[in-house]
């Protein structure tokens, strides 16, 4: 049986690594995306590259990490391991790991690993070590980590209110401010 060509058109919309066509899609489907659309841009570049991502479910990022749960096993297959964490600090340690390559005499395999980090404002408070000494380290040539914090300014589901820019830039790590869901697009990549 055929299938109508306006829904193989949907189907080649919904892959996570989508570079082209037109899709309709929320702030956190953009975020989900990044990785899947990294590693796709790495392999044309001809690079050997793995995503890593990790975070805390109960950020208020926490439909990004529904998302992520629900397409785990999608984006193992593209090469991005999704692994939430207890905690952002155990989340930060883990991403710092990840941009140790060819450390110790060990050699990687893998050009470089990019990851991205989620958590909520309290968690960027407790994720200031490794968050900063990962930023002073620096990252592998090929990696990266791009770094999400679901900030709540009016302390409605944490117990201060949260603003984590200021950390931020304390740690050395730059900022990146996205208005439109296309700078979220941009800007993730760029980072």
């Known amino acids: 049986m055929a299938t109508p060509q306006g829904r193989q ?21 953009v975020l989900q995306r990044l990785p899947a659309i990294q590693r796709k ?13 990790s975070g805390y479910p109960g950020s208020p990022l926490s439909g990004l990490d529904s998302l ?14 999704f692994d939430p964490a207890t905690n952002e600090d ?16 060990i050699t990687s395999p893998y050009d470089g690993v ?9 968690g960027v408070e407790r994720s200031t070590d490794p968050m900063r000494t ?23 589901s944490t117990v201060t209110a949260q603003q984590s820019e200021t950390l931020f830039m304390h740690m050395g790590m730059p900022v990146l401010s996205p208005a439109t869901l296309q700078e979220f697009l ?3 990549l760029t980072a």
Request: hydrophobic share 40%; with cysteine.
């Open 9 to 29: 058109h949907e189907v080649a919309l919904d892959q996570l690594d989508c570079t082209d066509g037109v899709a309709f899609l929320t702030g956190s489907d």
């Open 41 to 53: 841009l790495d392999a044309i570049a001809g690079l050997e590259t793995k995503g890593y991502v």
């Open 68 to 81: 992520l749960r629900r397409d785990r096993d999608r984006l193992a297959s593209l090469g991005v391991e």
């Open 90 to 105: 155990l989340a930060a340690t883990a991403l710092w790991g990840t941009q140790n390559l060819d450390v110790g005499g």
């Open 114 to 122: 990019f990851g991205m980090w989620y958590g909520k404002g309290p």
């Open 134 to 156: 990962a930023s002073y380290f620096g990252t592998a040539q090929r990696g990266g980590v791009l770094a999400l914090a679901g900030d709540d300014h009016e302390a409605r």
């Open 186 to 188: 941009s800007y993730g």
